[in-house]
């Protein structure tokens, strides 16, 4: 089974809102990753936020890590229409004996303008 | 633009034949990884190629197999094809295919079985 779980699986919401999405995970980490996906095209990677860091910044993105929880989340605030896209977490550990990225199922965002 | 390539971008096959997809990393990056996206699996992790040298190993059928060449560009091979191979196929590359690298995506291989 992946490592990541997002949370929720679809999230819709008007355009300038802000949108929370949540990744859980089983396993320590070495840092996790968030990632974008348009519809059909390749994923983009957007942020990445290391074992020993709490929060961190990138535009009108933030990311938390709790690894007490084994959990993160994505705040997108002021969202826009182009926004909308599915959006997955990825957590790089080591899975019996292999040293992987493993991504989640995604969130997939809509916004609603 | 990732800076990662990948040919064809639409693939339409029958069962039972087999077809290679290309791809090409960015300018510099050592490791290409293979992973396929459909509706039901999400995103699998198939293969990973480091300077050529198979590092790491996912959910890969025996019926598909990849190599990296010398000049880093990258095949994956699906044989014996079923209509469950459907699939969208990206390819990603990172600098030193160490596993908590970024990895760059290529915009995709659309697999159709008929």
């Known amino acids: 089974s992946q490592q990541g779980e997002e949370d929720p699986q679809a999230l819709s919401i008007q355009e300038g809102e802000n949108a929370t999405m949540n990744c859980s995970y089983k396993t320590s980490i070495n840092n996790l990753q968030w990632y974008r996906q348009n519809s059909g095209r390749g994923l983009v990677h957007l942020i990445l936020i290391r074992s020993n860091e709490r929060e961190k910044h990138s535009g009108r993105l933030r990311v938390t890590l709790d690894t007490s929880k084994k959990s993160s989340s994505l705040l997108i605030t002021a969202s826009r229409a182009a926004d909308t896209a599915s959006y997955f977490c990825a957590t790089a550990n080591i899975i019996q004996g292999a040293q992987k990225l493993v991504f989640g199922q995604g969130t997939r965002l809509t916004i609603n303008p | 633009d990732s800076g990662v390539t990948q040919t064809p971008k639409h693939l339409i096959t029958a069962t039972g034949q087999r077809v290679t997809l290309r791809c090409s990393p960015r300018s510099g990056d050592l490791s290409v990884y293979w992973y396929q996206q459909s509706l039901d699996q999400g995103l699998q992790f198939l293969i990973q190629?480091?300077?050529?040298?198979?590092?790491a190993k996912g959910n890969i059928l025996e019926r598909f197999s990849a190599q990296q060449f010398p000049d880093l560009h990258s095949e994956l091979n699906l044989s014996s094809l079923e209509l469950g191979d459907s699939a969208l196929y990206f390819c990603?590359?990172?600098?030193?295919?160490?596993?908590?690298?970024?990895?760059?995506f290529g915009p995709g291989t659309r697999l159709l079985v008929l």
């Open positions: 990603a590359s990172s600098a030193q295919g160490a596993f908590w690298e970024t990895q760059y």
């Open positions: 190629y480091y300077n050529g040298e198979e590092r």
